[in-house]
């Protein structure tokens, strides 16, 4: 199988399809990294693109998504094994008050697609399990989503908090959600904003350990 | 002109003293008159009683029983927490898998909870105010009421992972709805919304296998009980606009994402559009001179029957003179 074959199948969401060719490459040689960022990520950017230009919708993003999660899965025991970091660590949340997590699962499966340790707070996150996540998992940047105009006020509460507890500088944080914009990120204090899943990925590489 | 004959008028195409205002009034109305939140969603005579008071003080033209998307959900069996003074929360999926869809009971809407108080609510609106204004029920549409069961991300691969099952669902939730419609329409609705947000998440493909068969039928059945059917979904719909069309719906909701003068052609024909201004950036945000353009903007786009709206609920603590504004506008606009 060839890569570009791999990548129409993540493309079109076929997961058992993914993980037996991701077994392939890695029996044909392939560096377990060439695999993540020339198939996994760069089908998921293709995922990404087309879903912005209306070209696909919420189920076929999602089950792409998962056909990557099934080729990842395929190299996780060899990522430890060889001992290969992680891009860093990412704390990722809807806000208090919030249950929408489409989105935030979205942000979060592409992270994990490009190689960050991921966790998910989940849905309805108290500012202070934001803090608590911050102090012991000692993440690079935390990512805040909402999709509520009441909700969003949230975000400035755990800028306040980190900033309280003295450790808004050692963490990035990032807000995105269908009401936040640059603006509001930039007003409430935020280090960045991302307006898709796959923009998401490009900002939060710039804080890559 | 009451605000019956001005929404029959309209409907019609027919000259009209200003085009009616269909705004979605939920969270706002408890807040307005300052009862906690809860009892709204709980007892159909706080419902009433606000929404008639948020009607009269801004000019609304609907009298609404809408209020959250779990009274279904509650009576199918779920959980679902109603907080002192926030909205009602369904954090847990009643159908966790398709083994318990045999267990799924249809509820009778009359011996329910939370459908049978939407009932009572009907038939207090009726007796208060029925020659006034039109009455308009709520249900779920059925895609919306399967993702309210069994979660949205489940329900987003269930499309590809377990079609057949989940037409099985869905064909329980459109029974559910039929009755909970009928029910209402028998109570004194003139005419039944129903809320398919979740299907706009879904590309014409699908949208045209799991939503739109379901919502037609649904659709017939109010029609077949007399009343006219309101089809709400939010979010960006312009994919689907040409498959909304063919729903039967009478009335179409547009939410602000679209264009709104290419969703009057695209209905032309077949439904009234309502729609569609920024509910947020526009109602809640805005100043009052930015809703009256924003309000006039969408007559200038819209026909005959068109009707106004923002593109989904008036926001909790929107302005009171920014709902008022929206009335203003309506009435002073110029070329009706
Ligand atoms: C950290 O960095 C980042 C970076 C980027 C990030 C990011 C974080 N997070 C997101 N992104 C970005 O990347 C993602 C992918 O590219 C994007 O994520 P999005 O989440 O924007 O996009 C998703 C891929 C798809 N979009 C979605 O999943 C949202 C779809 C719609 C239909 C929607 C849904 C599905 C639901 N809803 Co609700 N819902 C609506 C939505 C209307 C619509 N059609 O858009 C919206 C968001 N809801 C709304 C409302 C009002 C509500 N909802 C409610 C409930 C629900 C459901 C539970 C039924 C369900 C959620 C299920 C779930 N598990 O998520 C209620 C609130 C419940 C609560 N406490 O949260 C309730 C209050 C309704 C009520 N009265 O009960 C509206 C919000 C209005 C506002 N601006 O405040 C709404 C816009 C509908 C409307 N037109 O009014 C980007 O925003």
């Known amino acids: 199988m060839r890569a570009n074959e791999i990548k129409d199948l993540i493309i079109k969401g076929d997961a058992a399809g993914t993980a037996w060719g991701v077994e392939e490459m890695l029996a044909a040689g392939l560096a377990v990294d060439d695999i993540i960022q020339g198939i996994l990520v760069s089908a998921m950017n293709v995922v990404g693109e087309r879903f912005r230009e209306g070209q696909i919708f919420v189920p076929e993003m999602l089950i792409a998504a998962r056909a990557m999660k099934a080729g990842l899965k395929i190299l996780e025991p060899l990522i430890l094994q060889a001992g290969r970091k992680y891009l860093g660590k990412v704390v990722i949340g809807t806000v208090k008050g919030d249950l929408h997590d489409i989105g935030k ?75 936040v914009s640059e603006k509001y990120a930039t007003e409430i204090g935020a280090d960045g904003y991302a307006p898709d899943a796959g923009t998401a990925v490009h900002v939060f590489a710039r804080y890559a350990s | 002109m009451n605000s019956k004959e001005r929404l029959t008028r309209r409907l019609a195409g027919k000259p009209v003293d200003r085009a009616p205002n269909c705004n979605l009034i939920m969270a706002f109305a408890p807040l307005y008159i300052g009862k906690p939140q809860s009892q709204f969603y709980l007892d159909y005579k706080v419902l009433v009683e606000s929404n008639l008071r948020v009607a009269k003080d801004f000019d609304l033209d609907i ?35 398709y083994e318990d869809l045999p267990k799924l009971q249809i509820f009778d809407p009359y011996r329910s909870t939370r459908m049978q108080d939407r009932i009572q609510g009907i038939e207090l609106y009726k007796r208060e105010a029925g020659s006034e204004y039109p009455i308009m029920g709520w249900v779920e549409a059925p895609f919306a009421e399967a993702v309210d069961l069994r979660g949205m991300n489940e329900i987003m691969l269930d499309v590809y992972d377990h079609p057949e099952k989940l037409h099985q669902l869905l064909e329980i939730c459109l029974e559910a709805e039929i009755r909970s419609a009928v029910a209402q329409i028998k109570a004194g609705a003139d005419l039944i919304g129903m809320g398919d947000a979740a299907a706009s ?33 939010c979010g960006n719909t312009t994919a689907i606009l040409n498959l909304m069309k063919l729903s039967g719906a009478d009335i179409i909701d547009v939410d602000w994402k679209v264009n709104f003068k290419l969703a009057c052609e695209t209905y032309r024909g077949y439904a009234a559009a309502c729609g569609n201004f920024d509910p947020v950036a526009v109602v809640q945000q805005g100043t009052p001179a930015r809703i009256r353009e924003a309000v006039w903007k969408c007559l200038d786009a819209g026909d005959a029957n068109t009707l106004i709206m923002a593109g989904c609920e008036i926001p909790l603590s929107t302005p009171h003179e920014n709902l008022k504004a929206i009335a203003e506008a309506l009435r002073d606009y110029p070329r009706y």
């Open chain 2, 63 to 97: 009298l609404g029983a809408i209020s959250d998307p779990f009274r279904e959900v509650f009576d199918f069996g779920g959980k679902v927490e109603f907080p002192e003074d926030d909205i009602p929360l369904c954090s847990d999926n009643l159908l966790k898998s």
């Open chain 2, 201 to 233: 998440l879904l590309g014409p493909d699908l949208f045209g296998a799991f939503a739109l068969p379901y919502e037609q039928r649904l659709i017939a059945a109010v029609h077949e009980a007399g009343a006219l059917a309101r089809l709400h979904i």
């Open chain 1, 105 to 179: 699962n979205l942000v979060g499966t592409m992270l994990q697609g490009a190689g960050w340790d991921v966790v998910d707070l989940g849905v309805d996150v108290a500012p202070e399990k934001f803090l608590k996540a911050v102090k012991e998992q000692k993440p690079a940047a935390i990512g805040l989503s909402a999709l509520l105009s009441t909700t969003m006020g949230s975000m400035k509460t755990v800028l306040g908090l980190l900033e309280q507890e003295g450790l808004r500088s050692q963490v990035k944080v990032l807000v995105g959600g269908a009401p």
